[in-house]
């Protein structure tokens, strides 16, 4: 059992549609390994276009949240989100503010979808009694510019702000985020201990974008409870409210929600392909009829992970598989982007039929073909002479070429794909599978027979 979980406590709005808000925060707190607490301040109905209702909780209701929290778990930090009113930030405040941890203070004004989310006469609550507590506040571009009362739409601008809030607030620590300003980048500035630091990562064109700020919130306030220093904690913020946006739900027909399970997803399932792919490996090592159908190239298993769309997202050998006295051995243990060509062969398939997630190459033979057939594989077969010159010319195109031939020449997904080679080209079989060991399997069962002839 675990007994020193970083505790994090989220005062915030509900977000119905599950984009931001306490949604978005207790995935991001879980996603980083910490116990999630919520506060929520007020009720949204919500989805990606638009914020329909809000309804307030009793501000002493809202205090009840925290403090019985606070009294029995503990927190080791915490993160306030929407508070949309005077006396519920009056209320929150005079919570919060005897408690020693840090507090990510989220000056949350405006939804994505456009909608108020901080009474316009709470503003001023916002700056005399919620800043002054704060640990760290992070207002994007447009909440900056109402904090300090000026305009901001550069980096320069961005850096005299966040000193400017700091100052004015008694703020210690200051993000004045940029995903509204423009640019090929994103640059989040950080005025921390009389020094400013720049974050930045690639600006990701995308509509799913729903929740940004909450994730990144969360992240800072998950990361601090965690004990690392405000600098690591908003870079590593940072980069995961990127992968969050990546692995984004195209859902709803506004702002897609982000995903902050992405990375531990992905995760588990690297982890999952890994033991696939390495008792398909131990399968095979074990089958001495297999040694002969070794090509010269060697044998290389791969499986890709639900969705993947990169080599880096499949499992294969290192080294590939090859006869060693005798027997199959693989040269290494399975590791993410260690095949370029069955991976290739893999990613394509998966445009198919996604469930179609592995491959494995072996040596030409009619012998295995015919046999194949003959316990109701299905097969089809491309032509590498056939293949475009432009295609050819593209390092990397031509598996992604060839499985497209021959899954549409045959008008369906195949158990296996063969080409007769081209010149300094060997020709060479794949098998497919949902998984590795299906894979491994599928060749068992051709050998069984072939053995019995
Ligand atoms: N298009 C993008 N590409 C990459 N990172 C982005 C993008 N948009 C926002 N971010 C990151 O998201 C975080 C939140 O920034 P943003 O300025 O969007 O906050 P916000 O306006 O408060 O979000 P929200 O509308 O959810 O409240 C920042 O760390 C920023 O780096
Ligand atoms: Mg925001």
Known sequence: MISKVPRVLTVAGSDSGGGAGIQADLKTIASLGGHGMSAITSLTAQNTVEVTRIVDLDPQFIVEQIRVCVSDIGVDALKTGMLHTSPIIEAVCGEIERLDVPKVVDPVMVAKSGAQLL??????????????IA??????????????????????????VAKKISEMFGVPSVVVKGGHLHGERVVDILYYGGSFYRFEVPRINTRT?????????SAIATLLAKGLTMPEAVEKAQRFVYESIVAGY???????????????????EI??????????VKMLEELPQAVGLAPESGINI????????????????????????????????????????????????????????AAMNIKYSEKVLDTAKEIGLSISSYDRAEEPKDIKAVEGMTIRWGVARAY?????????????????????????????????????RIIDVMQRK
Not at 122 to 131: R, S, T
Not at 209 to 217: D, K, Q, R, S
Not at 250 to 268: C, F, Q, W, Y
Request: one cysteine or more.
């Open 250 to 268: 195209l859902i709803g027909h506004g702002s897609g929600p982000v995903n902050p399970m992405a990375e531990t997803v992905k995760r588990a």
């Open 119 to 132: 009474q316009p006469s709470a503003v001023e609550a916002v700056k005399n009694k919620l800043l002054p």
């Open 209 to 217: 974008t729903h929740g940004t700020g909450c994730v990144f919130a």
């Open 135 to 160: 640990t760290v506040v992070t207002p994007n571009a447009s909440e900056a510019a109402v904090l300090a009362g000026m305009k901001i739409e550069s980096e320069d601008e961005q850096r005299r």
């Open 271 to 280: 982890f999952t392909a890994i033991s696939s792919v390495r008792q398909a």
């Open 302 to 357: 791969a499986e890709a992970i639900p969705g993947a769309l990169s080599r880096d997202e499949v499992v294969a050998v290192p080294g590939r598989i090859r006869p060693v006295f005798g027997s199959l051995k693989a040269y290494e243990h399975p590791w993410v982007g260690a095949s370029s060509h069955v991976a290739d062969a893999v990613l394509t398939m998966m445009r198919y039929n996604p469930a179609i997630r």
């Open 408 to 444: 549409e020449s045959a008008g369906k997904v195949t158990d296996i794909i063969f080409h007769r080679g081209d010149w300094g080209k060997e020709p060479m079989i794949t098998i497919t599978g949902k998984n590795a060991v299906e894979v491994v399997k599928k060749l068992q």
